[in-house]
């Protein structure tokens, strides 16, 4: 069966420092990857997907990037955090084919102060 | 219009009753449709696909309008367990990601 871990689980990080975010999926391969935020009070945001190694592709503007090093690798980060950036950050999978149902870790929750 | 919305809620209901939940979505063209089930400070889980002609997963039944871009979801008898954010998904113009509502608080009593 397949498996997606994401870590760490919680992290509390200063302003202005840098961020990463792992996520691996097990069980599968050529999977669809997604990076979601969840701020306070908001709705899940789309922040990327990517459907292969290297392709990548942005939903919003912000200081985050994505990077997939591997098949199954799919790393969120940024070089300076802000205030805004605070939030609950979920990695997702789906089988190839578009439409299909996703499948979430259990998030990192991230404090910037 | 946002592309997916929902009533926030929260709707409070006594253990046995019937409560649903709408949803509307901008996307015409939106071929995949979701319910999925958020608990507090968790990650979301899927309830169940949304089919055109409808379809029920025991007390749970999911209806799906594409004339009016509308989609439902309807828990019978309800139980304590089913006190979680209730989240209409929809496929994104690409065809390649979900979009995720808001949510719909819902919160069942004894």
């Known amino acids: 069966s397949q498996t997606i871990h994401q870590w760490p689980a919680t992290l509390v990080q200063p302003v202005g420092s840098p961020l990463s975010l792992e996520c691996t999926v097990e069980?599968?391969?050529?999977?669809?990857l997604y990076w979601y935020r969840q701020a306070a009070g908001r709705g899940l945001q789309l922040l990327f997907y990517?459907?292969?190694?290297?392709?990548i592709s942005s939903e919003v503007p912000q200081n985050l990037s994505a990077s997939r090093p591997q098949d199954r690798q799919f790393i969120l980060s940024s070089k300076k955090l802000l205030l805004s950036d605070s939030g609950f950050y979920l990695c997702a999978w789906s089988k190839t084919v578009s439409g299909n149902t996703i499948y979430f870790g259990e998030g990192s929750w991230l404090t910037v102060v | 219009r946002k592309e997916v919305e929902q009533d926030p809620g929260p709707f409070n209901v006594p253990e046995g009753a019937t409560v649903a939940f709408n949803c509307t979505y901008s996307?015409?063209?939106?071929?995949?449709f979701f319910w999925y089930r958020q608990d507090c400070r968790k990650e979301p889980k899927l309830l169940m696909s949304?089919?055109?002609s409808g379809n029920e997963d025991g007390r749970f039944t999911a209806q799906l309008n594409r004339a009016s871009q509308y989609i439902s979801l309807l828990i019978r008898d309800s139980k304590l367990s089913d006190s979680a954010t209730y989240l209409c998904?929809?496929?994104?113009?690409?065809?390649?990601?979900?979009?995720f509502g808001k949510g719909t608080t819902l919160s069942v009593s004894s």
């Open positions: 069980g599968t391969s050529n999977p669809n």
């Open positions: 949304v089919y055109s």
């Open positions: 990517s459907v292969g190694i290297g392709q």
């Open positions: 996307n015409s063209a939106s071929q995949s």
């Open positions: 998904v929809v496929n994104n113009q690409a065809g390649t990601a979900l979009i």
